[in-house]
Every structure is written in C-alpha cells, then in structure tokens.
C-alpha cells in the first residue's frame, strides 16, 4: 500500500458537450471546451507549475507562477485563467517562462520561514515542491528585509493550527471557504505587504469557521494544517473508506502510519461528497481509539453487579444459554433483536438473519424505527420503494429546492455545501421548518420563503400547497396522465381542492399567512426543476408517514420525478440507515423490501437459509418494550444502538430493559442501554472492519479494514459466533461472501458485489441486469410501483396537546459538531462546540418566565423533567422551545412521548408539550442519572473477576 | 401493551383510512394491523373487541374479521 496522490488539474474539469484541440509541447490534446489551458495540460500530463490554483477551485490567478506562452499571443498569460481554443499552440517550458517563476518563487521565498527540515508540512508542500520544479537555488533579495516570520500562530482550532508566518497569500483557503463550503467565514484582511488571511478578525475557534477542513485541505504550505501532522508526521499510506456518521456518506482517504490514523482526508473521486468535508468526519475520528473503548467481553448476572471481563466463549455461551432458556420458558417469540445503522450492510444482514433464523421470529427491528421509518412506508405507498429518488449531484440542477423538516447545514453539513453553491447560482429556496435554520439566511443565500410553521402541522402545510397546485391549474397534466393512476389523481384532487385544506383555512393551524403559501407553492410548482430535501421534521410526527406521502403527491402532480434537479429526497440521519432498512432489519420485511407473509420471497429465504421461516410480523422497538413491561418480551441483543438514550420516553425504555431477563449489548463504549445488560460485547469502529455502507442517495460505498480490531474481531464475526452458539451454522470467512448473499436473495442488489464495487467506486441501487452500472435518478420511466399512487392525506391534529400546564411546544434535532446521542462525537475535541445540551427559546417566551440566557431551566412534559441551561435566540418562535439530545446526562427523551407515527410507531419526538421555569437544582431523574452512572457501569478489577 | 395505547394505535390507523371508501377504509385498516402488528398485538386488540371494544373506532371493530393472514 502506498500514499494515494490525487491528481489535482489545478482547475476543474468542465463538462460540456463540445471538445476543444489544441496543442501543448508540442502534442495535441482534446479537452471539453471552458476547461483552462492548465487543466488541459494537465489531462496529457504536463504539470505546469502552480501555487494558487487547485482543482477544487476555480482560477483565480494571482501566483503567476503558472504562466505560460500561447503563439499569437502578447505576454505570458496564466494557464488557470486562460480557458483553451480551438488550434491554440501553447508552450508550457521555454527560457523566458523560466526565469518569470524563478522571480517569482524568490520573492516568495524572501518572505518564507526557512525550516522546511522541521516543518510539519515536509514531504507534503508545494511551496517545497514548486521551489524545487523551478529550480531555486538561492534568493536574490536576501531575507533580511521586512517580513511577517514573527506573526503569531493561531492554536485555538482544536484540530488545526493557522501559522501566518507561513503564509503565501495565495487565497486558496478563503475560496475554499466561500466555494467548496459557502460559509465566507476566511477572508484577506488590508492590502499590499499586510495582506493576510484573516478569520473575520478574531481567531479561528471565536470564527464562523465550521472546521470543515476545506481551508486546510486547500492550502499549500503548512500554514493551515492538522495538528493530528504537526504531531504524527507524515502518513505513509493511505486507505479509502467511508466516513461512519451521517447520512451523506462521505469518501474519504484514511492516512496512515502503520495501523495509526495520521488524519481523514476526504477523497474527491467520492461521488457523495466529491473531495469536501465536514468537521465530524474530517477530524471527528479519535473517539475510534478513546480510552474509554471497551476491548473485552463481559458478563454479569443482575443489573446492580460490577461487570466481570470474560473470554467470548464464555460471553457467547452466556448470551446464546439465557435466550434458549428464555425462549423454552417464555416461547419462541420473547426475544428479539436490533440491527445498527451505525454498522454494515453486511453485519446489519446478518443480526436480522440470526433473529429470522437462530430466534425463529421476526422480532427484528432497527433505530430508523424511529428516524425514517415513515419515509419508507410512505414513499413505498406512492412510488413503490422506500428510498429516496435522486442522487446528490442532481441538487445542481434545481431550480427550486423546497427544505422541510431539514436542517442541512447542521446534519448534513456536505451536502448542504453543494446546496448552498446552487442557491448562490441562482436557484430558489423555500424553507418549512418551525424555527430559522441557519439556510433561511446565510452569506449569499435567503430563502425566498420561510414558512415557520408550528409543530405538528406539516401536513396542513402540504395539504394547502397541494391545495394551490390543484386550484390554480399548475397540475403537471401530461405527467399525471401518462405516470399515474388516474383514479386515485382524481379522487385525490377533489380531496385537496376542498376549502378546508387552501391556505387561508390552513393558516390559523400552520401559523404561515396564506399569501406566502400560496406563492411558495407557484414557485414550487412553475419554478423549472423543484426538488424537495426533508428529513426528521417530516417523519418524527404522529402524520409522518401521511406527511411522506402528502410530499410525493406533490411531487407527481407537478412533475418532479424521474430527472435531474427534481424529486423527493431525504436526508437520511446516520452513515447507514438506508443500508439497514434496505437488509431486511424491519420486523415485517426481508431484504429489498419484500413482506415475511410473501410465500415466493419466503420460500427463497428458506430455501438458501435452511430453516423455515416465519410469515408473521415480528415486534417493533417501541412493541419489544411495551411487551416487555408486559411480561412477554425476555431478551434482547442490541447490535450499536443506544436506545436508553436515543429513545422517547426514556424511563418507559428503561422500564422495558429492566424487565428483561438477558440483554446482550455489542458496542464500541459502555452505553447508556449497557447499564441495563447481562452481557457485553466488544464492538469494533468503522476503521476497523471491513464492509459496506449505504448513503441516502442509495449509494452503496465500501468501508475498508485499516486497523486491526481492538478487541480482536469484527462485529460479523461476532454475530456469526452467537449464532453457532444458538444452534445455528453461519459460514463465512469475509464480508464479501455476505454481500454475494444479500446479491442472490435482493433483487436490487443482484448485480452488487465488491468486486463491481471497487471497479465502480460505488453502486447506487438497484442494480442488476436491468442497471448493471446502478441507478443515480429512480422512475425515470415508470414508477416502481407501476402508476405513481396519490394518496389522500387528511390533516389530523396530533394528539399531544399545549394546555394550560404545558403551554409551549418541544421540538428536539442535532447540531453540527454532535453526532446523534453523542458517543462518538463527545469523545472528541468536538466538545469545545457543544459541550452540553441548551434550550432555546424565544426571548417572549424567555421574559414572560423571567428566565435570562444562561439560566439553569427545568424543562418539564407529563412524561418527565430535565434541567439545562437556556439559550435565549430568536431562531426560535414564541411558544416553541428546542434541545438537542447529545449528552446522556441531560437526558431530553426524559422529556419526549410514547405519541408515535400512526403507521410506522415512529415516535413524535417533534412535538412535546412542556413547560419552562428557572431552577437552581438538577431533575430527579438527572440526580439518579449521576448515581446510575457509577453503580450501574463499574467494572470488576482482573482479581476480583479471576475469584 | 396498555389497553390504551393499543386503542390509540388502532385509531390512529383507521383516522387514516378514514378518507377513503368505506369498503377500501375497512381493508385498508385490517392489512395495515395484519402487515405490521405482531400476532400478540393482534391477540390483544381482538381480546379487547370481544370484551366490548372500549374506545376503538368502529372502522377497527369493522375490520376485526380480516385481521388474520390470509391464508
């Protein structure tokens, strides 16, 4: 293995349809017209020399090092900023270029530290490298002269340091920060000789910097750089993989020395995210080797006992004993089991194979049971699968994008970039959410609309979008007609062109003034390409499977599906979630979407399987705990998921686990659920293992091994050794051959193997005979399900309601620097963004209670109370209040309800109603919580565990 | 599973289907309990609609003869 060394063409490569010859040195070359001289060189070969110009940029010019001779031509033009013509002759090495770039790298040299030999960047500087390609041998000027060697280094960035001393001014970090992530937060402060690169005029963590790397990645010397290098040095190989948490899926390269991550460096051959990054994968990744990782099995007989470190027999044998002895007390359908969206196509395959098989129910379930579930009935409902239609490059094609329920630029940051670069083009943007998302107004973005409307409301929102659609004639006729069931259009359009769902009926329920709806849905519909991206503002509502479908019948009647810049797309919440719904790890569906009662689909399964299977629906988390209380749910293996923090109503999860007679946890930490667990296995992080993961665009990317496990073996490897244990022959010797699997049993994944994998780079599904390259835009020509379906979407309030106790709303997300319930991300450096969980609230709202920014609140719902400090913004609307759920010991699903998704059991973790009042104590449950935290998780020193 | 919540479950599941035809509403309720409901959840709705069915729209107690697998 060696270090992988991206070509960089110093400017992008266009893409048009017509082809320019030209010839460089004395060779032609064919090149797509627009693309500059520099790029076109650099497709044949020829590096010209460059410092100020990289591929990920557009040309800026100002290096001058990278001139050049065009015949005809006066003077030496830059080859990055002169785009090629047709018969142009261009001469890239002659005396006179020579001489220009050895002037030029002497004056910068003049002002350049000269400690390449303990500089951080050594071996990785194209000041190094250029100083070498034009030959310097010494500077005429001297270095005596003024200079900026003594400025002082900015340390503040817990990643990255910034050494102006180092600086060349080149601008390639101020570029990357407005083009690549569109946060304008760098910028070139003074002129002439005090021209420096300044972060706003303040240091780099008191910034707007989002640490998503793009600056250091841009720079050519070390003057931005990771610390992770200045510490380490040089990686000596490097590895592609895929980042582990959000749903965008980002390729990035692991750098290596040994099996030690010198840094993450994102991969621009990765289609998902084309060379950017955000600040959790890029830096976020030292919580894969955090002390407090867990490297041995463990095993305890009651709750209240320390854990015991044992051998995996002994731990395999444990847990595989108590559910055979569960199961011939209890019968065979009292345990169950929970597949990770943080783990593998292939290990999710195979825990919800164990439960089918070695369980023999279908009491499988996993977490997007309570993030996306809803987006897979409804859009399997209306299209006829469960994914989202687009890929991620189609955004550059819209010409309207309508935000739901998303808060992009905080979950998933990389894709909110390539968002924002298409908004500062020109497209149109229309946002739905209750509060205002930094995208409602950011630096050279605004939303046309923001349609703030109250929790719970979304599909009175649609309904009334629709409503316009309908009334006002903007259906899309011919798309309607010739995709779509016709009968149901038409039964649907009477529906929704009833006066109860138009926008001025809807308003006094959404809170949006009907005027803005009204416009907001002409744009929508008559704007050019209107896509919709949504994410867990639509479907953590008790109508979040109606919303679902309220959103694709919009959709069909305008047309929006089937091609580039249109279709409805969710943002999927973590690395794997469309992955693990598409393995079959819902309790009534194998792979591929296909139900446990369908005897063909099933025959399949038992034919490959060996065991007869059964065609019931098993239980859904939210079920497993209910019956569990009840006394008919015993045990339970968790695969990387931490339902006692990440679930709603978190006393009743914690009431469930109580009652269970054996939970088996499979973790990389002692998580929250943990402390309710009989057994502990040692998971392995995404460095460790091999596999596949599947990103919201249904791009399946591989995860490659680059460290050995920490606790010796992969995840598979352990779900394999349970399942021997309880009777049951699982053979495999590589993730591969489960993928081989999955490929013969999925339909749409029939032409998916790793090899077609590593020849692709990455596959999105389906792909088979039919798409032997995949499918990047679904229902191009017909929906999957045939007709597209419209469904009718009535408005029902939920049931949660404010009253007098609890008069505000709760609605609860992420932020950008935590990940989910915080287990990787508050291991890290991550922490100085967000180091606890805040309210925010409304300053009405915060000086009607007498509470003051930074107050201690105790936030209280008929389900539960916390206490947290507030944060009084006007993000918020009066009479809603937000949190986030990252830290375990605040506890904000102490405070969220069993209410849930009428058809998927998605909890409404959107809408909780609470009340807010000062405080100057912890909650009952926060004080338990403390105690818990120690009682609940220590672990037995070797002598105590070798008696 | 609480009786009520069960109740809450099913009703929310024929407020749904209630938009629709009578005959396609009454279906619709019954797949959706037979698709996604766990045989014992389903064993507890029926136990509660023979005891009277408290609480339960008359859409699910309507749909209390389709909720079986179809053989």
Redesign the interface.
């Known amino acids: 293995m060696a270090l992988i060394k991206e070509l960089d063409t110093g400017t992008p490569i266009r893409i048009a349809d017509r082809t320019v010859s030209l010839v460089i040195d004395g060779r032609t070359v064919t090149v797509p017209e627009g693309t500059s001289v520099m790029a076109a060189g650099s497709m044949m070969g020829t590096q010209i020399p460059k410092l100020c110009a990289t591929d990920m940029l557009e040309p800026f010019g100002s290096c001058r090092l990278c001139l050049v001779e065009i015949e005809g031509r006066k003077g030496t033009p830059a080859s990055c900023t002169t785009p090629v013509e047709a018969g142009m002759v261009v001469r890239t090495q002659t005396d006179r270029l020579a001489k220009l770039r050895k002037g030029v790298m002497e004056l910068y040299i003049s002002d350049h530290p000269l400690d390449c030999l303990t500089c951080a960047a050594n071996g990785d500087c194209e000041l190094q490298d250029m100083a070498g390609v034009v030959g310097l041998r010494d500077v005429r000027y001297g270095y005596e002269g003024a200079n900026h060697l003594d400025a002082e280094k900015d340390l503040s960035n817990p990643y990255f340091s910034f050494d102006p001393a180092k600086c060349i001014v080149c601008s390639r970090c101020v570029r990357a920060c407005e083009e690549v992530q569109g946060t304008f937060a760098l910028t070139i402060s003074a002129r002439g000789f005090e021209s420096a690169v300044s972060p706003g005029g303040t240091d780099f963590l008191g910034s707007e910097c989002v640490s998503c790397g793009a600056c250091v990645q841009a720079c050519p010397t070390a003057t931005l750089i990771e610390k992770s290098v200045v510490e380490a040095g040089q990686p000596e190989h490097s590895v592609v993989t895929t980042c582990a948490y959000c749903g965008v899926g980002c390729s990035f390269k692991a750098e290596m020395q040994g099996e030690k991550v010198v840094r993450m460096v994102p991969f621009k051959e990765g289609k998902a995210n084309e060379g950017h990054s955000c600040v959790k994968g890029r830096f976020a990744w030292g919580y894969a080797t955090h002390k407090d990782r867990i490297t041995k099995p463990m095993v305890r007989e009651k709750i209240t006992d320390p854990w015991r470190e044992t051998t995996w027999d002994e731990a395999i044998g444990r847990a595989a004993s108590e559910f055979k002895r569960i199961q011939a007390q209890y019968g065979v359908?009292s345990i169950g089991g929970i597949t990770s969206s943080r783990c593998t196509n292939e290990e999710t395959f195979l825990v919800q194979k164990l439960i089918r098989t070695a369980f023999g129910n279908?009491?499988v379930d996993t977490c997007a049971r309570v993030c996306h579930s809803p987006t897979g009935y409804g859009l399997k409902q209306t299209f006829g699968t469960s994914a989202g239609t687009q890929d991620f490059k189609s955004v550059e094609k819209s010409d309207v994008i309508l935000v739901i329920g998303a808060n992009p630029t905080d979950g998933h940051p990389v894709f909110a970039s390539r968002m924002k670069r298409r908004l500062r083009e020109g497209a149109r943007l229309i946002v739905a959410d209750p509060r205002r998302i930094d995208l409602v107004k950011t630096p050279h973005v605004e939303a046309d609309y923001h349609l703030q409307l109250l929790p719970g409301t979304n599909v009175a929102l649609i309904n009334a979008i629709a409503h316009v659609v309908v009334t006002e004639g903007l259906v899309n006729e011919a798309f309607v007609r010739e995709r779509c069931d016709l009968a149901h259009f038409e039964v649907w359009a009477r529906?929704i062109a009833e006066e109860r769902n138009s926008p001025e009926a809807c308003q006094s329920l959404t809170g949006v003034l009907a005027a803005d709806v009204r416009a907001a849905a002409r744009l929508y519909a008559t704007g050019g390409n209107s896509a919709i991206y949504y994410g867990l503002g639509v479907t953590e509502h008790?109508q979040g499977s109606?919303m679902v479908m309220g959103m694709a019948n919009l959709a069909m009647a305008t047309g929006n599906i089937g091609h580039d810049g249109v279709g409805v797309n969710p943002l999927r919440g973590q690395n794997n979630v469309q992955g693990a719904c598409d393995m079959g790890s819902f309790?009534?569906e194998f792979s591929g979407y296909r139900?446990v009662?369908d005897d063909a689909t099933r025959d399949m399964f038992e034919h490959l399987w060996g065991r007869p299977l059964s065609?019931?629906?098993?239980?859904?988390i939210p079920?497993m705990l209910?019956?569990a209380v009840?006394g008919?749910f015993k045990g339970l293996y968790i695969q990387g998921e931490d339902i006692a923090q990440s679930d709603p109503n978190t006393q009743h999860v914690v009431a469930g686990l109580e009652a269970m007679e054996c939970v088996v946890i499979q973790d990389i930490f002692l998580n929250e659920t943990a402390k309710y667990a009989h057994v502990f296995l040692p998971g392995s992080s995404f460095l460790e293992k091999d596999g596949t993961f599947t990103n919201a665009e249904r791009r399946i990317s591989r995860v490659r091994k680059v460290m050995t496990p920490l606790a010796g073996v992969a995840d598979w490897e352990v779900t394999v050794a349970l399942s021997r244990a309880l009777g049951y022959e699982m053979n495999y010797t590589h993730p591969s051959q489960i993928m081989d699997e999955i490929a013969a049993l999925t339909p749409t994944f029939a032409g998916v193997s790793y090899d077609r994998i590593d020849e692709l780079g990455s596959i999105q599904w389906p792909c088979n005979e039919k798409a032997p390259a995949g499918t990047p835009i679904m229902h191009v020509d017909r929906f999957v399900r045939g007709k597209g379906q419209f469904m009718?979407t009535?408005f029902?309030p939920t049931?949660e309601r404010t009253g007098p106790r609890f008069p505000l709303i709760l609605t609860t997300g992420r932020i950008l620097s935590q990940y989910n319930v915080g287990a990787q991300t508050r291991r890290t450096e991550n922490v100085v963004w967000h180091g606890e969980d805040v309210l925010e609230i409304h300053p009405f709202d915060a000086e009607s209670r007498g509470v003051r920014d930074g107050d201690l609140v105790a936030l209280a719902s008929r389900s539960g109370e916390i206490s947290l400090r507030a944060l009084v913004t006007e993000r918020m609307q009066p009479g809603v209040v937000y949190t986030t759920f990252h830290h375990a010991e605040t506890g904000a699903n102490v405070v969220t309800t069993?209410y849930?998704d009428?058809?998927?059991?998605c909890p409404e973790y959107k809408v909780t109603a609470v009340e807010v009042r000062r405080t100057n104590h912890l909650s009952e449950w926060q004080e338990r919580h403390r105690v818990d935290e120690h009682d609940l998780t220590r672990i037995a020193p070797p002598a105590e565990a070798a008696e | 599973m609480t009786q009520d919540r069960m109740v809450t479950m099913a009703n929310q599941i024929a407020t749904f289907f209630r938009s629709y035809p009578h005959e396609e509403a009454v279906e619709g309720v019954a797949t959706h309990i037979r698709q996604f409901w766990d045989p014992r959840m389903r064993r507890t709705l029926l136990a509660h609609i023979e005891a009277g069915g408290a609480g339960l729209e008359a859409l699910v107690l309507e749909a209390v003869g389709r909720l079986q697998p179809k053989a």
Request: aromatic share 6%; hydrophobic share 20%.
């Open positions: 359908d279908n009491n529906f008790s109606t309790p009534h139900h009662s065609r019931e629906p098993g239980l859904r079920n209910d019956e009840d008919t009718i009535e029902v049931q069993e849930s009428w058809a998927t059991n």
